[in-house]
C-alpha cells in the first residue's frame, strides 16, 4: 500500500514553511494518479504558498508495481538537507522475500530521482536495464565522435516507432551545450544486448538485497569478462 505523511518544508527563497506530502512507499499499482505525478516531476516538487518559487524535494522512497512485480528503493545521493525530509531506514528485513506473493520479484535501488524515473520507465517498455547501459556506451561513443563532451548525461525516455515505422528506442541526453534526443533501433543490437548483459549478470551477479545497476556496474562486469578472457 502507499505510505504518506504531511511534514513541513522551508521555501529556500522566502524561508516559508508549509506542510508537504513525503512517501515513505508509493504502490503504484493501487494508486496509478500517483505514478502519474511521480512522472511529471509534481510528486517531488515543493511549490511555496507564500512566493509561489517550486523547489525539487527528493527524499528516500520506495517505488512499488504489483502488475510488473517491481520494488525499486530510492536513497539521494546528495541535496539540500534543508529541502530533504528525515531518511527513514531501508525496509527491514532487506530485500524482497523469495516466497508467497513476492515470488518473482525484481529489485533495484537507485540514488537520485532521474535515475528512479528512468528505471520506471524501463521496466514500464518491458526492456532490460543491464543492456540499456550497453547501448548507452554505442550513443556515448557516437556523441564523442561527433565532438560533444565525454560527461553527456544519458537517460532512457521511450519507445516508439519512426516515420517508417522502425521500432525506435528513445534516449534524452543532457549536454553542457543543451538537452537533445537520441534514437537507436530496438532490433537485433538491442537483443543481442540483452542476451550478452544476461550471460554476465548471471556470472557476476549484483551484490545486495537492492542491487544498483548502472554504468559502474556495467563496467566492473566488462572489466572482469576481459580478465576472465572473454570477448
Not at 84 to 111: C, K, L, N, W
Not at 132 to 156: C, R, W, Y
Not at 183 to 190: A, C, K, N, Q, R
Request: glycine share 6%.
Amino acid at each position: 500500500m502507499t505510505d504518506s505523511f504531511q511534514q513541513n518544508v522551508r521555501c529556500p527563497g522566502c524561508n516559508t514553511e508549509a506542510p508537504f506530502t513525503i512517501y515513505r512507499s508509493l504502490n503504484v499499482t493501487l494508486d496509478p494518479d500517483a505514478k502519474q505525478s511521480l512522472l511529471s516531476g509534481e510528486l517531488f516538487r515543493f511549490t511555496c504558498p507564500s512566493c509561489g518559487a517550486a523547489t525539487q524535494v527528493v527524499y528516500p522512497m520506495l517505488y512499488h508495481d504489483m502488475q510488473r512485480k517491481l520494488m525499486i528503493w530510492l536513497m539521494p545521493d546528495d541535496g539540500d538537507d534543508d529541502l530533504r525530509p528525515e531518511r527513514p531506514a531501508p525496509p527491514d528485513p532487506p530485500g524482497i522475500p523469495q516466497g508467497g506473493a513476492m515470488a518473482g520479484y525484481t529489485a533495484r535501488s537507485v540514488g537520485s530521482l532521474n535515475e528512479l524515473l528512468e528505471k520506471v520507465l524501463i521496466f514500464d517498455f518491458e526492456l532490460d536495464d543491464l543492456a540499456l547501459e550497453m547501448v548507452k556506451i554505442v550513443i556515448a561513443t557516437q556523441l564523442e565522435a561527433a565532438g560533444h563532451a565525454k560527461d553527456s548525461k544519458i537517460h532512457f525516455a521511450r519507445r516508439e516507432r519512426d516515420d517508417k515505422g522502425v521500432e525506435q528506442m528513445v534516449f534524452a541526453v543532457m549536454t553542457p551545450t543543451g538537452a537533445r534526443a537520441a534514437m537507436l533501433p530496438h532490433g537485433e543490437m538491442y537483443t543481442n544486448m540483452a542476451a550478452a548483459a544476461t550471460e554476465l549478470a548471471s556470472r557476476h551477479p549484483p551484490s545486495g538485497k537492492w542491487p544498483l545497476i548502472d554504468a559502474a556496474y556495467l563496467q566492473r562486469l566488462m572489466d572482469l569478462n576481459i580478465a576472465e578472457g572473454g570477448t
